[in-house]
Nanobody, 123 residues
Framework: QLQVVESGGGLARPGGSLTLSCAAS????????IGWFRQVPGKWREGVTC????????TYEGSVKGRFTISRDNAKRTGYLQMNNLKPEDTAQYYC????????????????WGQGTQVTVSS
């Protein structure tokens, strides 16, 4: 059974960087799209970015363009989210999710979710 676990969250200063990881167990990620979502209390969970099985990427949240980079290493069964030039508004619980097939900006269509990792950006 496929499971994913996020890691790498924490406290960063504005302008700083963090790298989130999404490690899968149980099944290969080769045929899955990997998405990153985030949520703050009282707001909807929003799609940040996604990477298809062939490496093509999609950015859903315009504010992260040029700052966040998604990647994957299928041999390691791991996806990554490199976050640079962090801003206080990036503060959120970040979730990794996977789905068979292609990326889609509808969180309900992702079949497996991690427990989330908190990212806090503050001086």
């Amino acid at each position: 059974q496929l499971q994913v676990v996020e890691s790498g969250g924490g406290l960063a200063r504005p302008g700083g960087s963090l790298t989130l990881s999404c490690a899968a167990s149980g099944v290969s990620l080769d045929d899955y799209a990997i998405g990153w979502f985030r949520q703050v209390p009282g707001k909807w969970r929003e799609g940040v970015t996604c990477i298809n099985k062939d490496g093509d990427t999609v950015t859903y949240e315009g504010s992260v363009k040029g700052r966040f980079t998604i990647s994957r290493d299928n041999a390691k069964r791991t996806g990554y989210l490199q976050m640079n030039n962090l801003k206080p508004e990036d503060t959120a619980q970040y979730y990794c999710a996977v789905r068979p097939g292609k990326c889609i900006d509808t969180y309900a269509l992702y079949t497996v979710w991690g427990q989330g990792t908190q990212v806090t950006v503050s001086s």
